[in-house]
């Protein structure tokens, strides 16, 4: 082949060549600006997942559930709950210490509520077997009154009536059963004597006997007994939602005349 020829074919193959190089060059340059712009788009959303935990709660997935707040309790119930579980003696033990210090006593009315402040216990008491386990018999022993929730005392507040109708006010420790005081009702008169002592007459159901039929089908803690002129009052404390039950108990015969449920 002669040299001009040879110069003739070379000259487009060279272009051509040129050409695709430029292509090549040109689409490299078209994906590493196309990889840049990728990068730049995944590189915030990194940081977004990333971000500080006070941001959003909903980008933590490792947010914890929220809880339900428990039903909020009415005075009258956060006053049960801070009195009852304070107490270890129950209401018959504690109404036999009563009625045990005054001669021929009979049980009218025991009430769990707060020792009056500064109160003392005599030495008079008998029962302490049902004083707290925490309790040391040196500390049982003592003629002060056992502190209960915040520094208070829990007590009986015990109404105990003679045989001709004399009315006693007894306190009683709700933590060690010892009698912190007794005296007279100053208050009575003849013919309120008389009335009390008719009343206990006539109440041939006895109140351990009322509390039984109280309590037979609705389980809780007594709180109260009271005589009334037909039946025996018994008040009983759920210490589940810390509701009060007040049961009214004929005193001739074992059987609930009417019942009312406090939820206040």
Not at 44 to 54: D, G, L, N, R, V
Not at 234 to 261: C, F, I
């Amino acid at each position: 082949m002669s040299t001009s020829l040879r110069h003739r074919l070379r000259g487009p193959a060279v272009a051509c060549l040129a050409a695709s190089c430029a292509l090549l060059l040109a689409a490299c340059g078209s994906e590493q600006k196309e990889t840049t712009t990728t990068s730049a788009r995944i590189a915030p959303a990194q940081t977004e997942s990333t971000a500080s935990p006070s941001g959003s709660p909903s980008a933590s997935p490792s947010a914890s559930p929220s809880v339900s707040a428990s039903p909020r309790l009415t005075d009258d119930q956060a006053e049960r709950q801070r009195l009852v579980p304070a107490t270890k003696v129950t209401w018959d033990k504690a109404t036999q210490t009563a009625v045990a210090a005054v001669p021929q006593g009979k049980l009218v009315e025991t009430e769990l509520t707060w020792a009056p402040p500064n109160a003392t216990a005599s030495g008079s008491a008998t029962a302490t077997a049902t004083a707290s386990p925490s309790v040391s018999a040196d500390a049982s022993a003592s003629a002060s009154t056992s502190a209960g929730a915040g520094g208070r005392t829990p007590a009986w507040h015990t109404s105990v009536a003679t045989s001709d109708g004399t009315l006693h006010d007894v306190w009683v420790d709700g933590v060690s059963g010892k009698v912190i005081s007794d005296k007279p009702d100053a208050d009575q008169d003849a013919e309120d004597k008389q009335e009390l002592a008719d009343r206990l007459k006539r109440a041939t159901v006895t109140p351990e006997q009322a509390v039984q039929t109280a309590t037979q089908d609705n389980k809780g803690t007594v709180t109260a007994v009271e005589l009334d002129d037909d039946a025996w009052s018994v008040d009983v404390v759920d210490t589940g939602n810390w509701d009060k039950t007040t049961y009214e108990v004929s005193t001739t015969e074992r059987r609930v005349l009417r019942q009312e449920v406090d939820r206040d």
